[in-house]
């Protein structure tokens, strides 16, 4: 029911528009009345009303001079005038106060009725179309986290265009004032036992790790953005917020030895890290994350013998050199990020193009030799499996291959390679169980995003249907078949992950860890961690 607020100097037409008007046919409530321009101010800033109707000429304040404060005050409310004085002036002013109707006295009911009931028809339109902005909003502030995340990942990959990368850095005062950046790259070793989790595991693996990544960093209170990179391999963005001089490079090191020790002692996960070098300027960030991932991939400058750690030590102009130097230079990361975007869009052109410019690149540098063929192969296919996670099966099942790894032996020869990546991208993209099915990938990533970042609240599969506008059993399936688990398996999964990480540090106590993961009953935490690792919250902390 909309609200409305009465302002006449004459008691009688007060009581007959009361009495008379059938004010809830037309779904308004009368909810304040006054005699004069000031009283009027008074009942509408209190009753705070949708709809005003006033007299002009009255004793105090004249209803056009209350109206010029109304929309001073910010109401945005519809406002009639109805007045027997019909002088051109009043209705200028009126124009200017944004009046909604000027009224003639006196009025009849049905005008009278045929006015209000527009102008709750213009109420209602207004309602549906804030209802609408508020709604576009919420989805905003929704997925603002996942869209900043993406720009990260693009910034630190090199796959930003110069003006959306300048917007970025724009709105990212943390970025943007740093006084200087290096990126850490981060490979999770494929052993015998990581090559044979599931996809729903493979997640909390990723997970698991990057739990361990943040809790270092922020003990440290380091300035960082933790990235997610395809198949195996994660990044870090150190930042030097000013206060750090000669020492940043040194703390890199001795943050990432940390890492290494803490993800094989809490998780039993062999991982290798790189860093590239220091840069001043945050268009060469993209520069620190290639020699980082070339000093992983080539196992170059490890001066430590006690961990897979190696620090990017080569020839400066090699990626670290002015802008048009290093954009000549061949960017596997670069080139891994761009062709997972354009596997992730159903972009086949696109992703023939990439294909094209990075295979022409490598001609140039005349690096063809078989072995670096063979690896471009075997990442090109490791970037097609990672594109097919999230919507169940492996590639090899889908495409029904069974030679891929005698496939790739076989490339000895630039065009091979070229004609191998062409023919697996014809063969992905006919495939009707992926076009039929990128959309609930992107659903489901969706979904372990979301879990992953709001596992400590109270978050519910009907929610997220919500969120992704898709049924709530219609989503509980996409979700099982894509990650082997139904939605409150994985959660669970999640937030036991956490809570392991967390009790082996030992810096908490059990029902605050409980509290930390999203469970308000500390004795259901502990049947649930039980189940899951066979060992109660506190034998678990004394291991």
């Known amino acids: 029911m909309w609200k409305a607020v009465i302002v006449d100097d004459d008691r009688q037409v007060l009581k007959s528009m009361k009495k008379m008007f059938p004010w809830h046919e037309v779904g308004i409530e009368l909810c304040g009345e006054a005699l004069d321009g000031k009283e009027g101010l008074s009942v509408i800033r209190n009753v705070r009303p949708d709809i005003v109707i006033t007299d002009i000429y009255m004793p105090v304040m004249d209803g056009l001079d209350m109206a010029e404060q109304l929309r001073r005050d910010g109401f945005d409310g519809l406002i009639y005038i109805l007045s027997g004085y019909s002088e051109f002036q009043y209705a200028l002013k009126a124009i200017r106060l944004q009046v909604d109707d000027y009224l003639p006295k006196p009025v009849t009911l049905n005008t009278l009725k045929d006015v209000l009931s527009e102008g709750v028809r213009k109420l209602e339109e207004k309602k549906q179309r804030l209802l609408e902005k508020e709604e576009i909003m919420n989805k905003i502030m929704l997925y603002e986290p996942f869209v900043q995340k993406q720009y990260i990942r693009s910034l630190v990959a090199g796959t930003l265009p110069p003006h959306e990368m300048q917007t970025l850095i724009g709105e990212n005062d943390l970025i943007r004032r740093a006084a200087a950046y290096l990126t850490m790259g981060l490979e999770i070793v494929r052993t015998e036992r990581v090559s044979r989790i599931s996809t729903g595991d493979w997640n909390l693996f990723r997970f698991a790790v990057e739990n361990i990544v943040h809790e270092i960093l922020e003990q440290e209170r380091a300035t960082f953005f933790f990235v997610e990179l395809p198949g195996n391999h994660m990044a870090v963005l150190l930042l030097d917020p000013g206060d750090c001089g000669d020492s940043f490079h040194q703390g890199a090191i001795a943050l990432a030895k940390k890492m290494i020790h803490a993800v094989d002692k809490y998780l039993n996960i062999q991982v290798r890290m790189g860093l590239g070098q220091v840069k001043s300027h945050w268009k060469q960030i993209a520069d620190s994350t290639e020699e980082a991932f070339l000093s992983l991939s080539l196992k170059i400058c490890a001066p430590y013998a006690d961990t897979d750690l190696y620090v990017y030590a080569g020839d400066h102009a090699v990626f670290g050199g002015p802008e048009e130097n290093a954009r000549n230079k061949l960017r596997p990361i670069q080139f891994v990020q761009q062709l997972t975007e354009a596997i992730r869009c159903s972009n086949c052109n696109k992703i023939r193009q990439i294909l094209d410019v990075y295979l022409a690149q490598l001609e140039k540098q005349d690096d063809t030799k078989p072995t670096t063929l063979q690896q471009y192969a075997e990442e090109i296919w490791r970037i097609f499996e990672y594109a097919l996670y999230g919507i169940g099966g492996k590639l090899e099942e889908k495409l029904r291959e069974t030679n891929v790894e005698m496939e790739i032996r076989n490339i000895v020869r630039i065009d091979q390679l070229r004609s191998w990546a062409e023919n697996k991208i014809e063969q992905l993209f006919k495939n009707t169980f992926w ?35 898709i049924s709530r059993n219609y989503l509980s ?46 004795p259901y935490f502990s049947t649930q961690f039980k189940k899951y690792t066979g060992l109660n919250p506190s034998d678990f902390q004394r291991l």
Not at 441 to 467: P, R, W
Not at 487 to 511: D, H, P, Q, S, W
Request: charged fraction near 35%.
């Open 477 to 522: 399936d996409i979700f099982k078949k894509a990650t082997g688990d139904t939605f409150n398996e994985y959660l669970t999964k999640v937030r036991m992950e956490k809570a392991r990480t967390l009790l082996l540090e030992g810096k908490l106590l059990i029902y605050e860890i409980a509290e930390k993961v999203g469970y308000k009953n500390v």
């Open 435 to 469: 076009s039929e099915n990128i959309k609930h990938k992107q659903a489901v990533e969706f979904m372990i995003d979301y879990i992953h970042e709001h596992y400590a609240e109270d978050i519910t599969l009907g929610e997220l249907s919500e969120k992704v506008h």
